[in-house]
């Protein structure tokens, strides 16, 4: 016993026993034990404190002790240490406050119903407001729970079993807790049931946890319901535990037809091997794999892209997951596939978030130290540390991990949830908190705290538990996201409820995105309430809402890709249209005005209608390519000329009509151009139907569209094959020209040396006699003139005149003939200064005659300026000659221009001419006026001509008898010289 309470025999002796016990647990009548008193226990609990002023617990035996003559002597007591007993029930105690249980105990036969200190908290109530009744009990039970927990305690009385009950406890109107209820009934000697105890838990997390795993089922049932994949889940064997409806829409097998059956029950052997051993490799590497299976469909082969990935049940069954994806339309183009791979990531990952769940834990550290004694497994890992910490809270700064404010701003130790609890006794529901783990990841938990107090309610620990909320953190994010996507998306989202206890049924508006009040034509956010088909009357009809109905009744999604319905203003319009049932019984209708989109498709089909019956109906070969080079369109001409069907031609078939000799040059020009983007035209033969090769002419042009972006080419032939054998005739009888023009341009250059030299010869020749004849009549004159009679003078002065005319011919005639071999040497000429120097030239020789002259302001020209002048010498002479019976005479010089030549004219209203003899007016000695009041040798246009034709221009003239006339020559703007020695080399002669 000395050693028990921590002192010595020698220490204890002359003391008294009371001086041991904790002044606090003397038990009552203690100082009678000093006395026989038959009365008191035998045995009691007893609390001492030892010598070094720790706490014993222990078990008191007493005996009253007499002698022989049965006189009172003492008392003998034992003592048996019970303390470890006694700290393992304050535990269980720390345990059950901990878990937020508390336990009852209920006599029946005095109906007094005592209860543990936190079976108040944990009703949600004061100490003060539990009944102490069972009946008055039964008042914190929620109603509708009532009547089942009484029957299940008075069943529990009847058959004496234990009994176990969840139900609802509503310590206030606006709250409701959950409790687990579990009881115990006692009975006396007799069998009669004397007591009963049990405890109460508080599972209201764990009930709206299994709220929100129904929530996640539902939600994961209604992805599976609608996904556009296939997916499934089979045991080690093979077996199908479970297929989506898509699976079985796919194969047109019900769920009953899959469950329970192996690849092999279910596919060919080929197939049934593929997918065996797919699934063989995911569960020997324990690891997700991808692959690309085949399948066999009455409409021929499928191609998948399968994702596999083992799970694991909670009891330790490992399972095989797939999803797979119909890739066969999409296996086309790389883009697709691209495509489709990145919408199934997302689908996994979505998958995944699906399936997770959310961890929690408890930390319990003692008071008033801080020194963390307990911590789960669930709390290491949201801190992010394999060990419990042996610490305490103020050494916290000091961890691996830190803890912040939503806001984030740090926690001090001492604002800890944990701290307040042990400090001050707070009870901390669900704060928030941001912790950053070692290695740099943050969690958000909810921390719920509280104060663990012994029975004289001193606080000797606390407890605080971690909810690890950063899933539902992300989630809502990712809501609010999808909310906004929602908002601002252009397709009109509504939510409908049914109302069937209206006739006839219809449905209700419950929510609605502004794109869906946009299509309304009004603001459906105050149209709560209101009946579809009073919103939308010429969109559903009565018929639509029966539709309607029946996706609910389904519960699957319906599509009315295209509903035509008529506006307000009376106006046909499309729509396309979604049906989908929702949870709770609610409608989503997602709708898209469509109508820029089918009209845009019928003009464009009317645009293509006309295209090919115009290209059909066009006498060339019309063809159009792709981005990719290959031709995808050949028009009737073509088919009809190549003899053969457009699947021929299409893709790269065409070039098996194209000669062997050209087909390398087609196809570098063709491909070349096709990574220019530029346009193209090539000649190369092409086999007809007969087999024959004929030239053809293709041009072809890069296809844009109004955003700029490339989408092909567009070409046409034509048949050259005639033009190619004219083109050779052509080159042949040119070179035979060419000859003969040579041939011909050395005769005449031979006779036009002639011509000069005869002109020369008979120019000097004629000049000797007509002196001679000058010389003689002017001495006869002297001699004989004033015996002449007036017909004599006369006669004498026609001879002088005519030998002076036959001169003037002679040195026209060399002027003539010297102007085909005068050299050319061209400058600019400013006709404006040419003309005024002529003029006043002509105008000293025509005396005092009356003339209104009317000059334009003419151009600067390109020419040899001798040759130039004696042009209009010789017109503005014509035009004063001509002109000498007007009173007065016009005479008007102008001229116009084209882009490659000047026109310049001389007009007068003179005698004129007829048109009939126009033809002659620029030949030598060609004279349409022989009158001898007007003088001239017929050789002034036609050197007019010739001089124009030097400088490779025109003449012509225009006229009408006694109206007067115009006479026209054009002067290029840029002369060549070749064309200009051409026309030297040409017009040696007078013809033109």
């Known amino acids: 016993m000395a050693q028990m309470l921590g002192s010595s025999p020698e220490a204890m002796l002359d003391r008294s026993f009371f001086d041991w016990f904790d002044q606090g647990d003397r038990p009552e009548g203690y100082q009678t034990l000093t006395q026989p008193y038959p009365g008191h226990p035998e045995q009691w609990d007893g609390r001492f404190r030892r010598q070094d002023q720790s706490l014993l617990w222990a078990i008191v035996s007493m005996n009253s002790i007499f002698d022989d003559q049965g006189q009172f002597q003492g008392t003998h007591l034992m003592l048996t240490d019970v303390s470890d007993r006694q700290q393992t029930q304050e535990r269980l105690q720390l345990s059950l406050e901990a878990g937020r249980m508390g336990f009852w105990d209920w006599n029946l036969l005095t109906h007094e119903i005592v209860r543990s200190d936190n079976l108040a908290e944990i009703y949600g109530v004061s100490p003060g407001q539990l009944p102490g009744t069972f009946d008055g009990s039964l ?75 129904q929530q996640t089922q ?86 998948w892209i399968s994702w596999k990935f083992p799970m694991r049940e909670p009891s330790g069954r490992r399972l095989l997951a797939g999803i797979s994806l119909d890739i066969t339309d999409r296996k ?71 803890i912040f404010h939503p806001d984030g701003q740090p926690y001090h130790p001492a604002a800890l949830p944990l701290t307040r609890s042990i400090s001050t006794g707070e009870v901390v529901v669900e704060e928030e908190m941001q912790i950053q783990r070692a290695d740099g990841t943050w969690v958000t938990v909810l921390a719920n705290s509280g104060p663990i107090r012994n029975a004289e309610g001193k606080i000797v620990a606390a407890v605080v538990t971690f909810y690890d909320i950063t899933a539902q953190k992300q989630a809502q994010a990712e809501i609010n996201r999808y909310a906004d996507v929602v908002k601002n998306i252009q397709v009109g989202l509504t939510v409908w409820q049914l109302n069937p206890g209206e006739e006839p049924p219809s449905f209700e508006l419950i929510s609605a995105n502004p794109a869906a009040s946009q299509l309304a034509g009004k603001d459906l956010t105050r149209a709560v309430g209101m009946r579809i088909e009073t919103l939308f009357p010429h969109l559903v009809k009565t018929s639509r809402i029966v539709e309607l109905q029946e996706v609910l009744k389904s519960s699957s999604a319906r599509d009315f890709p295209e509903v035509i319905y008529s506006d307000d203003a009376g106006k046909e319009r499309y729509c396309s249209l979604k049906a989908f049932p929702l949870p709770s019984r609610y409608l989503g209708l997602a709708y898209e005005d469509i109508t820029d989109r089918k009209q845009a498709q019928f003009a464009l089909l009317e645009s293509e209608q006309r295209f090919r019956i115009m290209a059909d109906a066009a006498p060339v070969y019309i ?92 070409g046409s032939c034509i048949d050259i094959s005639d033009r190619k054998i004219y083109e050779s005739e052509i080159k042949r009888l040119n070179a035979s020209l060419e000859r003969r023009v040579s041939d011909r341009t050395a005769q005449l250059e031979a006779a036009n040396q002639e011509l000069e030299s005869f002109a ?68 600019k000429v400013d006709m404006n200064q040419l003309v005024k120097e002529v003029r006043q030239t002509l105008e000293i020789q025509s005396g005092d005659r009356q003339i209104i002259w009317e000059i334009a302001s003419l151009p600067t020209v390109k020419g040899e300026p001798t040759m130039l002048r004696l042009v209009f010498q010789n017109l503005l002479d014509n035009a004063i ?47 349409l006026h022989s009158n001898p009041d007007f003088v001239g040798t017929g050789i002034g246009l036609a050197n007019v001509r010739r001089i124009i034709h030097r400088h490779g221009g025109r003449t012509w003239a225009e006229g009408e008898v006694d109206l007067g006339a115009t006479f026209y020559f054009s002067l290029p703007k840029a002369p060549e010289p070749e064309q200009l020695e051409s026309a030297s080399n040409l017009l040696g002669s007078t013809s033109s």
């Open 623 to 714: 063809w159009l390519a792709g981005t990719d080079q290959q031709c995808y369109y050949f028009n009737q001409p073509w088919l009809e000329f190549t003899g053969r069907t457009l699947e021929e031609e299409i893709g790269k078939g065409w070039v098996d009509g194209v000669h062997p000799d050209d087909l390398e040059f087609c196809l570098n020009t063709y491909h070349q151009a096709f990574d220019l983007r530029q346009p193209f035209e090539m000649e190369y033969r092409l086999r007809r139907y007969d087999g024959e090769y004929r030239w053809v002419l293709d041009r072809a042009v890069p296809r844009f569209s109004h955003d700029g972006r490339f989408e092909g080419y567009v």
């Open 881 to 927: 000659k001509y002109t000498q019976r007007q009173q007065p005479a016009e005479i008007t010089v102008g001229f116009n221009e084209s882009d490659l030549e000047f026109i310049f004219f001389v007009r007068d209203n003179g005698i004129g001419f007829d048109m009939r003899y126009a033809h002659k007016l620029f030949g030598v000695f060609q004279r």
């Open 760 to 827: 020369y010869s008979v120019s000097h020749d004629l000049r000797a006699p007509l002196r001679h004849i000058s010389g003689f009549v002017n001495l006869l004159r002297k001699r004989i003139e004033p015996s002449l009679d007036e017909n004599s003078q006369r006669y004498l002065d026609i001879i002088v005149k005519s030998t002076h005319q036959a001169e003037e011919l002679i040195d026209n005639l060399l002027a003539f003939s010297r102007m085909a071999r005068a050299q050319m040497r061209f400058i």
């Open 218 to 303: 539902q939600r994961f049932e209604t992805f599976m319901n609608y996904s556009p994949v296939a997916a499934y889940f089979k045991d080690e064997a093979g077996r199908y535990l479970y297929v989506n409806p898509m699976l079985e829409r796919l194969w047109h097998r019900p769920q009953a037809g899959w469950v329970g059956q192996t690849d092999t029950d279910l596919f060919p052997q080929a197939i049934a091997q593929e997918l065996q051993a797919h699934d063989a490799t995911v569960l020997a590497t324990d690891q997700p794999q991808e692959f690309l299976e085949t399948a066999e469909h009455p409409d021929g082969k499928h191609y």
């Open 139 to 213: 008042s914190l039970i929620h109603p509708e729970d009532r009547e089942r927990v009484k029957a299940a305690i008075a069943l529990a009385l009847v058959e004496t079993n234990p009994y176990s009950l969840e139900f609802r406890i509503q310590p206030s109107p606006d709250e409701i807790r959950w409790i687990l209820g579990k009881g115990r009934v006692f009975k006396d000697g007799n069998g009669k049931a004397v007591r009963m105890m049990g405890i109460a838990m508080d599972i209201s997390d764990r009930k709206h946890t299994e709220e929100s795993l």
């Open 332 to 402: 086309r183009t790389q883009e697709e596939r691209d495509l489709l791979l990145a919408d199934l990531e997302s689908q996994q990952q979505l998958l995944s978030a699906v399936l997770q769940q959310m961890p929690a834990g408890a930390i319990v550290a003692e008071a008033p130290s801080g020194q963390i004694v307990l911590m789960n497994q669930q709390v290491r890992e949201i801190l992010g540390i394999s060990l419990t910490p042996l610490i305490t809270i103020p050494d916290y700064l000091h961890t691996s991990y830190q």
